[in-house]
Protein backbone atom coordinates (compact mmCIF):
# COMPACT_ATOMS: atom_id res chain seq x y z
CA UNK A 1 0.00 0.00 0.00
CA UNK A 2 1.61 3.29 -0.90
CA UNK A 3 0.83 6.12 1.62
CA UNK A 4 3.12 8.98 3.33
CA UNK A 5 3.07 8.97 7.21
CA UNK A 6 3.17 12.30 8.92
CA UNK A 7 4.63 12.14 12.46
CA UNK A 8 6.19 14.34 15.07
CA UNK A 9 2.99 16.68 15.69
CA UNK A 10 2.85 17.88 19.86
CA UNK A 11 1.50 20.49 21.68
CA UNK A 12 4.19 22.99 22.83
CA UNK A 13 4.62 26.64 24.28
CA UNK A 14 4.66 29.52 22.09
CA UNK A 15 8.57 29.67 21.12
CA UNK A 16 9.08 26.00 21.11
CA UNK A 17 10.16 23.31 18.11
CA UNK A 18 9.15 20.72 16.49
CA UNK A 19 10.42 18.63 13.89
CA UNK A 20 7.78 16.45 11.88
CA UNK A 21 8.60 13.90 9.72
CA UNK A 22 6.84 12.71 6.44
CA UNK A 23 7.88 9.38 5.53
CA UNK A 24 6.70 6.89 2.34
CA UNK A 25 5.61 3.76 2.66
CA UNK A 26 5.90 1.69 -0.16
CA UNK A 27 6.20 4.77 -2.00
CA UNK A 28 10.48 5.67 -3.14
CA UNK A 29 10.31 9.56 -2.29
CA UNK A 30 14.18 9.67 -4.54
CA UNK A 31 13.85 12.46 -6.97
CA UNK A 32 10.42 13.00 -6.03
CA UNK A 33 9.63 16.67 -4.71
CA UNK A 34 7.73 16.98 -1.55
CA UNK A 35 5.33 20.00 -0.09
CA UNK A 36 4.38 20.49 3.23
CA UNK A 37 1.23 21.77 4.04
CA UNK A 38 -0.93 22.68 6.81
CA UNK A 39 -4.77 23.62 7.74
CA UNK A 40 -6.23 25.48 10.48
CA UNK A 41 -9.80 25.29 11.47
CA UNK A 42 -12.05 26.97 9.12
CA UNK A 43 -9.06 27.85 7.28
CA UNK A 44 -8.29 26.81 3.62
CA UNK A 45 -4.74 24.53 3.08
CA UNK A 46 -1.66 26.44 2.84
CA UNK A 47 2.02 25.43 1.55
CA UNK A 48 4.66 25.88 3.35
CA UNK A 49 6.53 25.05 1.62
CA UNK A 50 8.41 22.57 -0.80
CA UNK A 51 11.62 20.70 -1.61
CA UNK A 52 12.85 19.51 -4.79
CA UNK A 53 13.71 15.96 -5.32
CA UNK A 54 17.31 16.25 -4.82
CA UNK A 55 17.16 18.43 -2.48
CA UNK A 56 18.97 20.66 -4.11
CA UNK A 57 16.70 23.86 -3.16
CA UNK A 58 13.57 24.47 -1.40
CA UNK A 59 10.59 27.30 -2.12
CA UNK A 60 7.10 27.90 -1.15
CA UNK A 61 7.77 29.44 2.31
CA UNK A 62 4.93 32.14 3.86
CA UNK A 63 5.76 34.97 4.85
CA UNK A 64 4.50 33.69 7.83
CA UNK A 65 6.81 31.11 8.17
CA UNK A 66 9.78 32.52 6.58
CA UNK A 67 13.11 31.89 8.58
CA UNK A 68 10.92 29.73 11.60
CA UNK A 69 10.53 26.51 9.34
CA UNK A 70 13.20 24.53 6.99
CA UNK A 71 12.41 21.80 4.83
CA UNK A 72 14.89 19.14 4.69
CA UNK A 73 14.99 15.64 3.14
CA UNK A 74 17.13 12.10 3.26
CA UNK A 75 16.61 10.04 0.59
CA UNK A 76 18.47 7.52 2.31
CA UNK A 77 15.47 7.25 4.73
CA UNK A 78 12.90 7.46 2.29
CA UNK A 79 11.87 10.88 4.86
CA UNK A 80 11.01 14.63 4.28
CA UNK A 81 11.53 16.84 7.43
CA UNK A 82 9.63 20.33 8.39
CA UNK A 83 11.79 21.63 10.85
CA UNK A 84 9.73 24.43 12.45
CA UNK A 85 11.28 26.69 15.30
CA UNK A 86 9.62 29.70 17.36
CA UNK A 87 6.42 28.60 16.93
CA UNK A 88 3.20 31.12 17.39
CA UNK A 89 -0.39 30.13 18.20
CA UNK A 90 -0.98 30.71 14.63
CA UNK A 91 0.84 27.88 13.96
CA UNK A 92 -1.67 25.39 15.23
CA UNK A 93 -3.31 23.29 12.50
CA UNK A 94 -3.08 19.87 11.31
CA UNK A 95 0.31 19.40 9.29
CA UNK A 96 0.32 17.17 6.25
CA UNK A 97 2.43 16.19 3.20
CA UNK A 98 2.39 15.72 -0.34
CA UNK A 99 4.61 14.09 -3.00
CA UNK A 100 5.23 14.69 -6.67
CA UNK A 101 2.18 17.21 -6.75
CA UNK A 102 3.79 19.00 -9.59
CA UNK A 103 3.84 19.19 -13.69
CA UNK A 104 7.30 17.25 -13.16
CA UNK A 105 7.60 15.26 -10.01
CA UNK A 106 11.00 16.31 -9.27
CA UNK A 107 10.37 20.00 -9.26
CA UNK A 108 8.59 22.55 -6.64
CA UNK A 109 6.13 24.50 -8.99
CA UNK A 110 4.20 27.52 -7.95
CA UNK A 111 1.51 26.32 -5.39
CA UNK A 112 -1.38 26.93 -7.92
CA UNK A 113 -0.18 24.29 -9.86
CA UNK A 114 0.40 21.75 -7.01
CA UNK A 115 -1.92 18.90 -7.03
CA UNK A 116 -2.46 16.54 -3.62
CA UNK A 117 -3.06 13.36 -5.04
CA UNK A 118 -0.33 11.44 -2.85
CA UNK A 119 -0.56 13.32 0.77
CA UNK A 120 -0.45 11.55 3.63
CA UNK A 121 -3.67 12.63 6.53
CA UNK A 122 -1.00 14.94 8.87
CA UNK A 123 0.15 15.35 12.08
CA UNK A 124 -1.69 17.75 14.51
CA UNK A 125 0.35 20.78 16.15
CA UNK A 126 -1.00 22.84 18.56
CA UNK A 127 0.81 26.04 20.26
CA UNK A 128 -0.45 27.34 23.22
CA UNK A 129 0.55 31.01 24.10
Known amino acids: QVQLVESGGDSVQSGGSLRLSCEGSGYDLDDIAVGWFRQAPGKEPEGVGC?????????GYPDSVKGRFTISRDNAKNTVYLQMNSLKPNDTAIYYC?????????????????????RGKGTQVIVSS
Open 51 to 59: ISGNGGYTV
Open 98 to 118: SAGGGPRPGSCPEWRYWNNDY
